[in-house]
């Protein structure tokens, strides 16, 4: 164990189990560890650096900002915020955006947006349908969003007003659905959840069914979106459009930030019925508008697409090689790889042995979401590690 990590044990309250690598610089789809050891990073940041470590257009947005203003109050007008909202609308079907910090927040606002809608058009219904198996944040209320247990057990009594329901089942958001129900929220791609894809026609069910109602259909695309599931929203590859959209993530390439996004209709704060301090501050939306602008001008999102594909071919050759491999499945640059025994944890360590940074998606399951901008030979290193690592697993 190294210096800092007996002083990460010394000082921080365990919430997480971390890998045996303290991370001091990144590059492009590369990280090096305080030893100067390189590591290709297929966790980018946890699906957030998507023009990958340090980009020129990201560091000299944020440069010139930190120099001129790096945050006043929401009271004021501030320009970077203002162009980040515009470039948003104007790529997307929503018409209005709310900048925060973070996913959770996001979700949190457009919960509460959801409950304003209620209150004005849906007799004071306030209730929001989830989905088993989705991940919607860690605060107190997206832990109830969230459907899976082992996030809401430890916090018992859990916040009313959720009801989590079998994913991919339209009949069971039917059978949920009541007078007390103002919206329902789903993530297209279920990611923390198992990189769970949706069934043919089920999202345009949903859409359909909150049409029929009147409730509002909100999509989480903390993960998804920004070109990560090779759209720049992956509900444009659904047939659907959402009344609510949540970004976090991937939107700044790094510097924290998230927002809620909404059609004029759903669009019902009134000043003074939601705020953040650091929501919207310039420096986070100077790096998101420098980001955003390269994904769309660049065609980035083209890129998880094409890279995607190249990658999920390469694991579905690991797939017909190896026999304990059962499944491949994702969307652009989300890509889950399965196993029939709980192998991820040592197959993880043994890639990062060998440089190459993967995530434990489940016990038996990898996920891979490396930078949007990352290339095929890169994708080729990557596969030829994990080859390696599974030529070394008896499955
Ligand atoms: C779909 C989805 N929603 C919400 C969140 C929570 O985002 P944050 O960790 O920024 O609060 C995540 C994080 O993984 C996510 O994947």
């Known amino acids: 164990?190294?210096?800092?990590?007996?002083?990460?044990?010394?000082?921080?309250?365990?919430?997480?189990?971390?890998?045996?690598?303290?991370?001091?610089?990144?590059?492009?789809?590369?990280?090096?560890?305080?030893?100067?050891?390189?590591?290709?990073?297929?966790?980018?940041?946890?699906?957030?650096?998507?023009?990958?470590?340090?980009?020129?257009?990201?560091?000299?947005?944020?440069?010139?900002?930190?120099?001129?203003?790096?945050?006043?109050?929401?009271?004021?007008?501030?320009?970077?915020?203002?162009?980040?909202?515009?470039?948003?609308?104007?790529?997307?079907?929503?018409?209005?955006?709310?900048?925060?910090?973070?996913?959770?927040?996001?979700?949190?606002g457009a919960v509460k947006l959801a409950r304003r809608y209620g209150k004005r058009y849906l007799n004071g219904a306030y209730e929001v349908i989830t989905a088993t198996g989705s991940f919607h944040g860690r605060t107190l209320a997206m832990v109830v969003a969230t459907g899976q247990p082992k996030f809401q057990q430890p916090y018992v009594p859990l916040p009313a007003g959720f009801i989590n329901v079998a994913y991919n089942s339209i009949e069971a958001i039917k059978a949920a659905t009541t007078s007390e129900t103002c919206a329902v929220m789903l993530e297209p791609v279920q990611g923390e959840g198992g990189i769970n894809l949706p069934d043919d026609n089920y999202l345009a069910q949903v859409r359909a069914w909150c049409d029929q109602t009147g409730i509002l259909l909100i999509l989480d695309e903390i993960q998804t979106g920004a070109g990560r599931a090779g759209t720049l929203f992956a509900y444009e590859q659904y047939g659907v459009e959402p009344d609510i959209m949540t970004l976090a993530k991937g939107l700044a390439s790094g510097l924290p930030i998230g927002a809620i996004l909404a059609r004029d209709r759903a669009s019902v704060f009134v000043p003074g019925e939601h705020g953040s301090t650091f929501g919207g501050n310039p420096?986070?939306?100077?790096?998101?508008?420098?980001?955003?602008?390269?994904?769309?001008?660049?065609?980035?999102?083209?890129?998880?697409?094409?890279?995607?594909?190249?990658?999920?071919?390469?694991?579905?050759?690991?797939?017909?090689?190896?026999?304990?491999?059962?499944?491949?499945?994702?969307?652009?640059?989300?890509?889950?790889?399965?196993?029939?025994?709980?192998?991820?944890?040592?197959?993880?360590?043994?890639?990062?042995?060998?440089?190459?940074?993967?995530?434990?998606?489940?016990?038996?399951?990898?996920?891979?979401?490396?930078?949007?901008?990352?290339?095929?030979?890169?994708?080729?290193?990557?596969?030829?590690?994990?080859?390696?690592?599974?030529s070394t697993v008896t499955g």
């Open 1 to 108: 164990m190294s210096h800092w990590q007996e002083l990460e044990q010394k000082y921080f309250m365990s919430t997480v189990e971390r890998l045996p690598v303290t991370l001091v610089r990144g590059q492009g789809a590369r990280v090096w560890d305080e030893d100067g050891r390189e590591y290709l990073d297929f966790v980018g940041g946890w699906a957030v650096t998507s023009l990958g470590h340090c980009h020129p257009v990201v560091i000299d947005a944020v440069v010139e900002q930190v120099r001129t203003l790096i945050q006043v109050s929401n009271q004021f007008y501030t320009i970077p915020q203002i162009r980040l909202a515009e470039l948003l609308v104007q790529n997307s079907c929503l018409d209005k955006v709310f900048f925060c910090n973070s996913g959770a927040e996001a979700n949190e």
């Open 283 to 390: 420096l986070a939306c100077a790096a998101g508008y420098a980001t955003l602008k390269f994904i769309i001008e660049n065609d980035i999102a083209g890129n998880s697409q094409r890279v995607g594909q190249y990658l999920t071919a390469g694991l579905e050759r690991l797939k017909e090689k190896f026999e304990f491999v059962t499944d491949v499945r994702g969307r652009g640059l989300l890509v889950a790889l399965e196993f029939n025994n709980d192998i991820a944890q040592s197959v993880v360590m043994a890639c990062l042995e060998r440089g190459l940074l993967l995530n434990r998606l489940k016990p038996n399951a990898l996920r891979f979401m490396p930078p949007l901008i990352v290339g095929k030979d890169e994708v080729d290193e990557a596969l030829g590690i994990l080859d390696k690592v599974l």
